[in-house]
């Protein structure tokens, strides 16, 4: 089992330019997140998911868009990137019934 | 507002000694909390956990205390070994899992480096 794989692991992008980070997993979760990491805070979460089609906000969620086609995947597309997005991305599942998330390794974005 | 603290940014400890991580929350509604160990280049993983109805948790070397009165808990490793050198996240999910999906909060951090 891969677990949470995440795709890619760097990426530097410039002012304006827009990208899809990718999430996929195969522990069968409904749950799945995305979080930003970012010096002296702690993880926040910018969108998640119960389900496939079902995707809500969380607490810092401009700029972003998500989708849930399938269980395994859930992709975070920055829409016009700002330098306010460099950041290290996480992504999450949560089976439904336990508290305990599994993350991915991350992907560390440079806008410049 | 941070609801949930991690006020020492950094701790340092010698191998074999005990490590007290700590962790102050704000919001007398979490009823759960969670450490999560995070290496660097890598995404957290889920260490050990404490629901509020019991005021400790052991597994291992790792004990979890919970104090609700003073809303306090602390993360406990004895011994200390360099491999335990990492960042430590306090979390509590944001009411109960009554089968929805709760945010979690996140404290910020403690760096832990076990020296040899």
């Known amino acids: 089992n891969a677990g949470v794989t995440q795709t890619p692991k760097f990426q530097v992008l410039k002012t304006g330019q827009s990208m899809t980070l990718q999430c996929a997993q195969d522990?069968?979760?409904?749950?799945m997140s995305w979080y930003r990491q970012d010096p002296g805070m702690g993880l926040r979460l910018i969108h998640y998911?119960?389900?496939?089609?079902?995707?809500d906000q969380g607490e810092v969620p401009n700029g972003y868009n998500v989708s849930r086609s399938t269980t395994e995947d859930f992709p975070l597309r920055l829409l016009s990137a700002a330098p306010s997005q460099t950041s290290v991305y996480f992504c999450?599942?949560?089976?439904?019934?336990?508290?305990?998330?599994?993350f991915g390794p991350g992907t560390r974005l440079t806008v410049t | 507002d941070q609801q949930v603290k991690q006020n020492s940014p950094s701790l340092s400890v010698q191998e074999g000694r005990i490590s007290i991580l700590n962790c102050d929350y704000t919001?007398?509604?979490?009823?759960?909390f969670l450490w999560y160990k995070k290496y660097p280049a890598e995404g957290p993983t889920f260490l050990i956990s404490?629901?509020?109805?019991?005021d400790k948790n052991e597994d291992g070397r790792f004990t979890v205390f919970l104090n609700k009165s003073a809303k306090h808990l602390s993360l406990h490793i004895v011994p200390s070994q360099p491999g335990d050198s990492a960042v430590y996240f306090c979390?509590?999910?944001?009411?109960?899992?009554?089968?929805?999906?709760?945010?979690?909060?996140f404290g910020i951090g403690t760096k832990l480096q076990v020296i040899p």
């Open positions: 998911s119960v389900g496939a089609g079902i995707t």
């Open positions: 522990m069968n979760h409904e749950y």
């Open positions: 999450a599942t949560r089976q439904g019934q336990h508290y305990e998330q599994y």
């Open positions: 919001n007398s509604m979490f009823d759960y």
């Open positions: 979390a509590a999910p944001q009411g109960p899992n009554s089968g929805g999906y709760q945010k979690v909060t």
């Open positions: 404490i629901s509020s109805i019991k």
